[in-house]
């Protein structure tokens, strides 16, 4: 039953609270950090509010607390937090098996040399928990015994020190380490000796806070049918190679000065003979680029690359346009001017978390507040 804290009046769920609390013109996070004030563990910091569950449990602000009081903590008060972070996951997931190396990275949860200072090993840690890990497996010990006369191994480039076999030859692989060489190419191995070598989209661009667009960009530099590399040089290659060819539409749109101009015929036959063979993004890109650059008119020009969007899809009719935002979060960003013109501070601070939760940086700048998409 839940119990509320302005009115008395009581719920049976959290869903027809949450709803009731409008009534008080009450934002959640508001409601919880005023009636259910809670500090972190280490900094005394107020724990930031993303939904009631996690504002309850969440002990740390970020792993960097945990880190900063792991060292000055007490020992088995730190064992014993270390395996409950990881203990809530697995039982939030519903593993039967615990989270696998990158997991911990990108949650934020303690780091495999916490488990392996504190209990010798990760794989020690969860046996505690009655888990195990995903890999805690070595290579089979058969794997270098077997009869492989006919084939030599592939072994990837990357591999500083790669595991002895009879026949090998190094090479460039695209996934995995190792490769039977037989040209077949049906099994790929992996081996795991570190955790961080495979990269998801999801760290690579979203936890860099890259624009999806440079992805989208960065993914027509290579044919379809082709993989992809990635490394750091080709997502700052692909991050100018957008802004490059933004800065080149806002030019063409600002010396045509309001003409209207129409599609190149020309090079839209181009473009469009490029698109068909096979989907050949990295030449359509080149007939993008040769047009701008020949001699037809700025508003020739605008008119062809807003036509060419319309298949790369790269929001070039939006550039510099201010996004609308969502009802729900433009009510936030008016409330929270409200709250700010009234120096309500802690109010404003709980609705940019509000407004964080949904996904929108928020700026505080002198000349008001600037409310981007995250
Ligand atoms: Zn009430």
Partial sequence: MI????????????????????KHG??????????????????????????????????FIDLNEFLTWEKVGEKDLVKSKALELLEERAREKKYSYAPFHNEIKTLGLPPISIFKKYFGSYKRACDLLGL?????????????DMELPQFEILVDTREQDPLPFK???????????????????????????????????????????????VYRFASFQTHYRKPMEYSEESVDAA????????????????????????????FKAKFIDEI????????????????LKSDISDAAKFASIMDFDR??????????????????????????????ANKDWARSDLLRDE???LGYSVQDTKDGMKVLKA
């Avoid at 359509?284 to 680029?289: F, S, Y």
């Fill in 311 to 340: 298949v790369l899809g790269l929001s070039l009719d939006q550039l510099d346009k201010p996004e609308a935002l969502p009802a729900e979060v433009q009510k936030l960003v008016e409330d929270r001017q409200a709250a700010r």
């Fill in 132 to 144: 195990s890990p995903v890999f805690d497996q070595p290579m089979p010990k058969c794997f270098n």
């Fill in 239 to 266: 991050r100018n190679g957008l802004l490059h060819l933004q800065n080149q539409v806002r030019r063409v749109a600002q010396n045509k000065a309001g003409q209207n101009g129409s599609v190149s015929e020309v």
């Fill in 276 to 291: 068909n063979d096979d989907l050949n993004m990295p030449r359509a890109l080149a007939v993008v680029q040769e047009m």
């Fill in 26 to 59: 009450m934002y959640q996070a508001e409601y919880y950090c005023t009636y259910y004030p809670r500090k972190s563990l280490f900094y005394r910091r107020r724990i930031p509010f993303k939904n009631k569950k996690d504002y309850f449990s969440r002990q």
């Fill in 355 to 357: 407004i964080q939760n």
């Fill in 3 to 22: 119990n509320c804290q302005i009115c008395k009046r009581e719920f049976e769920t959290d869903k027809a609270f949450h709803i009731h609390l409008k």
């Fill in 167 to 213: 026949k090998t030859k190094i090479e460039k692989l695209y996934v995995g380490d190792y490769l039977f060489g037989d040209g077949t190419y049906t099994s790929t191995f992996v081996d795991r000796k570190s955790e961080g070598d495979f990269l998801t989209l999801e760290q690579a661009f979203i936890r860099h806070g890259l624009n999806p667009l």
